[in-house]
């Protein structure tokens, strides 16, 4: 583990060349504190953790003093927002520091060191450059819980604050956040290129540096020319596909889908306006300033192929239209896919069968009608028993209401196919393991009785591994940044960071975070304001 000093830095992005960006310093903030400090992304960049407690921690990361080796930029793109082309944006307050060089083992990568909330640049508009300790809190909290959800996102370093005031409805703290990736790279930095035709020549730069840096198994295996950007334009639109399908599967709302906001790489980025469904409702618009709902929870898998699009269009020029249109059709068979292999791990199906989508899409109409709390509800759903009893039932009928009909239809439907899947167990079973086959080997030598409830627990067991019991609630962060903002206590974004890096164990002691909001906390609304 390395020292600060010792971070060495390979900027492979600044070779591009200066269409690409423009070099800028970062705004010195004053008096910095430490506000959070993240161990686990420390070491994915060899840092030793005790560093956070030097002072110079605060000088390179709030941008008083600079890395030797870095060469501070900000990314030129454009994108559509809210479905408007915007000719030009950029990192209006984003500095990439620079890429630390990671060596293990054969293999090597770089990691995006970046500042979010580092001051003006020449794509701030009308901004200010700066960022707030409310957004940043968020940022750094959902970053990490969404890593530890099992989905591909940036992540955070580190939260430094300060007493300067930033004005946004009402007067607020900056701060600024250490974002890591290994490319910060979207769907718009392409299209800027495509958008200017003196600068047309930085789409093939652009993808030739992008497919050699984080695609090398493409360009290792196809041919340079139209066939290899095909082959990396559908990997990317598959990734992208993949992606939306575990955001849908937690429950997750990302609020500001715009194609600037869409990485190359199919990382989860930007975390604004942000939010995780509590009473399930697939009409969700978590972002206040969507009047729309353009990116309403059910939209989220359109508006992922409408982007992609948008990035096939600004590809226009390295492959045919049949070629565009050959990756494009990747997307909705491979989402589908995704969704259903997780939902019937959410299920805890082991078995692949046609009427699958037919099964998760009537839970999901319950689920709506009785107005449930969508993590909650999958978590509890593990212990429902083959074999039905009072009291079983009863947690049932607590969670949803009263006793349905509907509920009742389904769980006929799913009982049928868990005891399908008991017979046949060890046959055409998708991700079962050796255990597993053994216990239910074992099992067939019990009574009835004994061999359904051997199911109901492996089943159970298996469905707590990917239903979470605790996803970040709004309200949960917004505890977390009241005591930051009005009592300088940082400890509720230690506590709540711990909790989520665990998501699907139990923790006992934990029970408050998995409650959804009441009162006051309910009508907690976000918005674009950062
Ligand atoms: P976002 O909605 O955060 O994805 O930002 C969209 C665009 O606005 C990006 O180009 C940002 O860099 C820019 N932006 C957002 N907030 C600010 C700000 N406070 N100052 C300057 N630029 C900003
Ligand atoms: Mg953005």
Redesign the pocket.
């Known amino acids: 583990m390395k020292r600060l000093e010792e971070l060495t830095f390979n900027n492979t992005y600044v070779k591009l060349g200066e269409a690409f960006f423009s070099r800028v310093l970062p705004t010195p903030m004053v008096d910095p504190v430490l506000i959070a400090f993240n161990p686990d992304a420390a070491r994915l960049i060899g840092l030793d953790s005790s560093e956070s407690s030097r002072p110079e921690f605060l000088q390179y990361f709030s941008g008083q003093k600079l890395f030797p080796g870095s060469d501070p930029i900000a990314m030129v793109y454009s994108g559509h927002q809210f479905g408007v082309r915007v000719p030009r944006?950029?990192?209006?307050?984003?500095i990439l520091l620079g890429e630390v060089a990671i060596e293990d083992g054969n293999r090597k990568t770089n990691w995006d060191l970046q500042l979010k909330g580092s001051g003006l640049t020449p794509?701030?508009?009308m901004?200010?450059?700066?960022?707030v300790l409310r957004s940043s809190i968020r940022e750094y909290l959902c970053g990490e819980a969404m890593h530890a959800l099992g989905i591909p996102t940036t992540r955070t370093l580190c939260i430094i604050g300060s007493e300067e005031k930033v004005f946004r409805e009402e007067t607020e703290s900056r701060a600024v956040i250490t974002r890591m990736a290994p490319s910060h790279v979207r769907f718009g930095s392409f299209e800027y290129f495509f958008q200017h035709p003196s600068q047309i020549g930085g789409v093939q730069k652009l993808a030739d540096y992008v497919i050699t840096e984080y695609y090398p198994e493409i360009e290792a295996a196809v041919e340079p020319g139209p066939e290899r950007y095909c082959a990396w334009f559908t990997e990317v639109t598959k990734r992208t596909a993949r992606l939306i399908a575990k955001w849908q599967a937690v429950g997750f709302s990302h609020g500001?889908m715009?194609t600037?906001?869409m990485s190359i790489l199919g990382l989860t980025l930007?975390y604004?306006p942000y939010g995780f469904m509590e009473e399930f409702d697939p009409a969700f618009v978590c972002n206040h300033s969507d009047e729309q709902g353009r990116y309403a929870f059910s939209q989220q898998p359109g508006i992922g192929l409408w982007n992609l699009n948008v990035l096939a269009h600004s590809l226009s020029t390295l492959m045919s239209r049949e070629q565009l249109v050959s990756a494009l059709e990747t997307y909705e068979p491979t989402f589908h896919e995704e969704y259903l292999k997780l939902f019937r791990a959410k299920l805890g199906l082991k078995q692949k069968q046609d009427g699958d989508a037919g099964l998760i899409a009537e839970l999901l109409k319950v689920m709506e009608e009785a107005h449930v709390d969508y993590s909650n509800f999958f978590r509890v759903l593990g212990r429902l028993k083959l074999e039905a009893d009072e009291a079983n039932e009863k947690i049932f009928s607590d969670l949803l209401g009263f006793p349905r009909q509907d509920w009742r239809q389904w769980t006929e439907l799913y009982r049928a196919r868990l005891r399908g899947e008991g017979e046949q167990s060890g046959q055409g079973s998708i991700n079962q393991s050796h255990d597993q086959n053994v216990t239910a080997q074992k099992a067939v030598n019990h009574s009835a009785a004994q061999n359904s409830s051997v199911q109901d627990l492996a089943r159970e067991k298996r469905m707590n591994l990917v239903n979470p019991k605790f996803v970040l609630r709004n309200h949960l962060a917004q505890r977390a940044i009241d005591a930051a903002v009005k009592n300088k206590d940082y400890s509720e974004i230690e506590r709540l960071f711990q909790v989520l890096r665990n998501p699907y164990d139990e923790q006992s002691g934990s029970e408050q975070y998995t409650l959804p909001p009441t009162g006051a906390e309910k009508n907690i609304q976000v918005s674009?304001s950062?």
Request: proline content about 0%; glycine content about 22%; overall charge negative.
């Open positions: 944006l950029g990192d209006g307050r984003a794509y701030s508009r901004g200010d450059g700066y960022a500001v715009n600037d906001n930007d604004g674009c950062s």
